[in-house]
C-alpha cells in the first residue's frame, strides 16, 4: 500500500516538475517576461541588479551561463568580447548563471567572481538564485543567448556561433551578426537556432 501511494505521488508531482523546468522557450517576436525583468540577482561585485536595471538604450542581451559546462568555456573567451562588444555599442547585457551549485560546487558564487576576474568580464554576472528567471524564459541550456530591441521584444535567441571549439573555423557570427544588424537597424539575417551546451542544473522549486 505504502509503494502505492509514492508512485501515486510521484504520478503527481513529475508531471509538475517537468512542466515548471520546461516553459515554452520565448520566440522572436516575444517580450521580455514582465515577472522577472525586475527581480534583483547577485552580481560578484555584491550588487543587486535586474534586467530592467541593466537595459540599454539600443537593446538588452541576456546570457544563461555557468561555471563548470565545458560548452561554456570552449566559448568563454568570445563570450567575453562579443558581451564586452555590445556594452559598449550602447546594448544592456547581464549574464545569469541559473545552474544550482549544490548539484556542481563549480558553479558557485565564488567561482563565478573567480572567472568574471579571469576572462576580462565587463558586464554584470549574477545568480538566479531560484533558477526561476531562467524558466521564465524557457531557457535549457548553458550558454544561451536572447538578445531584445529598445523596445523590448526578442531578436535573436539560440548560440552565438557555429563552432564552439574551434574559433577559427567559425563560419556563423549568428550573435555578433544579430547586433549588427540591430545597431544598424537592418532584418536580422538569422534570428533563432537550435541551443547548444549543457542542459541547466535547475534548483528544485520550493
Request: with cysteine; charged share 25%; proline share 7%.
Amino acid at each position: 500500500m505504502k509503494h502505492r501511494v509514492l508512485a501515486w505521488g510521484m504520478a503527481i508531482v513529475l508531471p509538475l516538475v517537468v512542466w515548471a523546468q520546461n516553459t515554452p522557450k520565448l520566440k522572436p517576436g516575444d517580450t521580455i517576461p514582465a515577472s522577472v525583468k525586475d527581480v534583483k540577482m547577485l552580481s560578484v561585485t555584491g550588487r543587486q541588479l535586474s534586467i530592467a536595471d541593466v537595459k540599454g538604450p539600443k537593446g538588452t542581451l541576456v546570457i544563461f551561463s555557468c561555471n563548470s559546462c565545458p560548452w561554456v568555456k570552449a566559448w568563454e573567451t568570445r563570450i567575453a568580447e562579443v558581451g564586452n562588444w555590445a556594452q559598449k555599442q550602447g546594448i544592456g547585457v547581464i549574464m545569469i548563471n541559473p545552474n544550482d551549485p549544490a548539484k556542481n560546487p563549480e558553479d558557485s558564487y565564488e567561482v563565478m567572481q573567480q572567472r568574471t576576474k579571469e576572462r576580462g568580464f565587463e558586464f554584470p554576472y549574477v545568480v538566479d538564485a531560484t533558477s526561476d528567471v531562467a524558466r521564465a524564459f524557457g531557457a535549457t541550456h548553458t550558454p544561451e543567448f536572447f538578445l531584445f530591441d529598445a523596445t523590448g521584444k526578442l531578436v535573436y535567441t539560440g548560440a552565438l556561433d557555429d563552432n564552439a571549439r574551434n574559433p577559427e573555423a567559425v563560419k556563423e557570427r549568428y550573435l555578433q551578426n544579430a547586433i549588427e544588424a540591430l545597431l544598424a537597424g537592418k532584418p536580422i539575417p538569422v534570428a533563432q537556432t537550435r541551443s547548444i551546451g549543457c542542459t541547466i542544473k535547475f534548483r528544485e522549486k520550493i
